[in-house]
């Protein structure tokens, strides 16, 4: 497709269930970024992956949270054990070149959690 | 300290009016990215328009431009002409060039704006 995408739009988990949450990049684009925006808050960074390698995973919040991005294009976020605080938007985000340049990322639709 | 401030929860404008969001940031770093997104009620974050530090002009796309001073490290949006599609919430990223920063985008609380008809 043209732009990110990802799946489920929305997640209605039980707390204590494990949850994954996909990206689909923009085709090519080296570096992928995971943010979670909390209501009437911006996005707050998680996790950055340039190819296959996660270079920064200083942003997740617990060891609960896991990312991967086997083979360089789609990516997981996987949360496991949900707790209530997990509730937010899950956004992705990818970019066409790689770090250390300021260029554009380009942001997923998000995927709303919402832990009962 | 917070690397982006945006002072203004929310901002009311007439149809057809200009308004300017304010944005300001904070960083030690000599190479940065300021970005601006839009993010309307579907969700998705929408790219705007970006201004590099070392630019010496101010970014524009269409209705949008940038204010950008650098000594004041303030990068204030400018919509031009609003439309009703344009109510949304606006937020303000920037990005650090030094290598090894992880390259995360530091995002403010965001402005949400009203077009009024």
């Known amino acids: 497709g043209a732009g990110v995408s990802q799946s489920p739009r929305y997640k209605v988990a039980k707390r204590g269930q494990d949850v994954a949450l996909r990206c689909d990049p923009i085709?090519?684009?080296?570096?992928l970024f995971w943010y979670q925006q909390a209501l009437g808050q911006g996005p707050e960074f998680l996790t950055y992956?340039?190819?296959?390698?996660?270079?920064?995973k200083s942003g997740l919040p617990s060891d609960r949270f896991f990312a991967e991005r086997p083979e360089g294009s789609v990516s997981t976020l996987k949360i496991q054990r949900t707790q209530q605080e997990d509730s937010a938007v899950y956004l992705c985000?990818?970019?066409?070149?790689?770090?250390?340049?300021?260029?554009?990322?380009?942001f997923g639709p998000g995927t709303r959690l919402t832990v009962l | 300290a917070q690397k982006i401030t945006q002072t203004q929860p929310g901002m009311f404008v007439q149809e057809k009016e200009a308004v300017t969001l304010d944005c300001t940031y904070d960083?030690?770093?000599?190479?940065?990215?300021l970005f601006w997104y839009k993010q309307p009620s579907s969700g998705e974050m929408i790219f705007l328009i970006y201004?590099?530090?070392?630019?010496?002009q101010n970014a524009t796309e269409g209705r949008y431009s940038l204010n950008f001073q650098k000594a004041r490290k303030s990068a204030n949006l400018v919509i031009s002409a609003s439309q009703l599609g344009d109510s949304a919430m606006y937020f303000c990223?920037?990005?650090?060039?030094?290598?090894?920063?992880?390259?995360?985008?530091?995002f403010g609380t965001g402005t949400s704006l009203t077009v009024i008809p």
């Open positions: 992956f340039q190819n296959e390698a996660q270079l920064d």
């Open positions: 985000a990818s970019s066409l070149r790689l770090a250390g340049e300021t260029d554009t990322q380009y």
């Open positions: 085709s090519g684009h080296v570096s």
């Open positions: 960083t030690s770093d000599q190479s940065y990215g």
């Open positions: 201004q590099g530090s070392y630019d010496e």
């Open positions: 990223a920037m990005r650090e060039g030094r290598v090894g920063t992880g390259n995360q985008f530091y």
